[in-house]
């Protein structure tokens, strides 16, 4: 999928990957990709041999960074579930007929690529590279380094693929949708900030506290979409049902 998507897409389409082993899947990316994260702060903060040294390593992702790896852990089917929903529901409504079932299946996989997206990041620590920042509130300014453009990118080709292969849309409307899902993940992580962090009673917060709420506050948001989405999937998914019934007796 990361090599060559028009191909890993045709195939994950012909082999139709259970939803079990997705959620699996899913699973051992997002854990993976929260303890990667929690590597990077660590050396970071220059804590990581100390801790290796020592033998605390372990009790240290227990007892410290439990919100960072439920955090990481709930993104996963956040963004699965979200960017299958908008390219299934943008696509439908710019007259594509791709089934939801496919979308789930192939953003199932493709969510894959964050487990790869924090590792280009550790090259900040040999070399000047770019990075954008949001200075969103005083004591609050997410940043996407190198690793999460490359991502943003990547998922912008793929659901430009996605998008041509099940909805058979033209170039431009398939590029316009391909593009907003990752927007729409980027502006995720930026407007709850602007909205939390810029209240009076937040402008004095510690930076471990700012951390621990937006991690935990992000978690419990998680949840609430998770299963918002879960609905809106299982209710598009009987629409989508009852208008091939009723085109079938057509």
Known sequence: MLVRPAWAIERILA???AFP???VFL???SLLRGILDGVLVLIT?????ALWQGGRLISWFVSKAYPLLLADWLAGYVRWLGFALVVYVLGRLCGGRGKLTEHMRLYGIAMGIYVVTVLPNFAYFFVPLP?????????????????QLLTTSWLVWVSFLIIKRLHGLAWFESAAIGLL???????????????IFNLPQAVSWGQTTVAYTTLLGFSAFSIG??????FVALWLAQRERRSLHSDSQQ
């Open 21 to 23: 082993s997705l959620i």
């Open 181 to 195: 899902a990752p927007l729409l993940n980027i502006g995720a992580l930026v407007l709850p900030g602007v909205l």
């Open 45 to 49: 903060d220059g804590q990581f041999v």
């Open 131 to 147: 990075m954008l920042r949001f200075e969103v509130a005083p004591n609050y300014s997410p940043t996407l380094g190198i690793g």
């Open 15 to 17: 082999e139709r990957p």
């Open 27 to 29: 699973t051992c990316v």
């Open 225 to 230: 979409l998770v299963v918002l989405c879960i």
